[in-house]
C-alpha cells in the first residue's frame, strides 16, 4: 500500500476527495456506502457543504481504540474511508471517524489506521452546525 504525503499547509477539507465509501453508524447498526451509490454522493455533498471555509485548530483529542469501538453504539456517526492511506501533519490514516450532532460546529476527525483507531487526532471548526447533515444521516434507511 502505497502513502500520499501532503505539505504541512494542505488543507483537510481537501482529503474527503479521495474517499471511496462512506460508513454510517446509528446506535450500534451499520452500513456501508460505495462511491456511486445515491446514499454516498448525499452524505458526502452535505458534509462538504458544512465544512466548507472550515478552519483547522490544534486538536487535544486522542483517541482511544477500545473506547471509540464501545462509542460507536451510541449516537450517529459517518467513516470516510480512502482509496490508500493519506499522511497530514505527519499522522497517517485509512479513514477518517466522526461523530456527527446537530449542535455541533467543529469535530474531531478520529484517525483509523490499520483497523484501530488510535491516537490524536485532527480537529476542524465551521462556520455551520452539523443540523443538515444530520437530518439527512436520520432519514437514511438500512
Known amino acids: 500500500m502505497s502513502t500520499i504525503n501532503y505539505l504541512n499547509d494542505y488543507k483537510i477539507y481537501d482529503f474527503f476527495e479521495e474517499t471511496n465509501t462512506i460508513t ?5 447498526e451499520t452500513k456501508t456506502y460505495a462511491d456511486n451509490s445515491a446514499e454516498f454522493e448525499q452524505i458526502k455533498a452535505e458534509f462538504m457543504e ?3 471555509n472550515s478552519y483547522e485548530m490544534p486538536a487535544f483529542g486522542v483517541s482511544i481504540h477500545e473506547e471509540t469501538i464501545q462509542a460507536l453504539d451510541f449516537g450517529t456517526w459517518i467513516k470516510f474511508n ?4 493519506l499522511t497530514h501533519n505527519d499522522m497517517p490514516f485509512d479513514a477518517l471517524l466522526i461523530n456527527i450532532s446537530p449542535d455541533y460546529s467543529g469535530i474531531n476527525l478520529i484517525r483509523e489506521v490499520d483497523g484501530k483507531f488510535e491516537g490524536r487526532c485532527f480537529y476542524i471548526n465551521t462556520e455551520n452546525t452539523f443540523e443538515n447533515l444530520y437530518n439527512i444521516l436520520q432519514k437514511i434507511q438500512f
Not at 480512502?82 to 492511506?85: D, L, S
Open 82 to 85: 480512502f482509496k490508500e492511506r
Open 24 to 28: 454510517l453508524y446509528k446506535n450500534g
Open 50 to 52: 458544512t465544512i466548507y
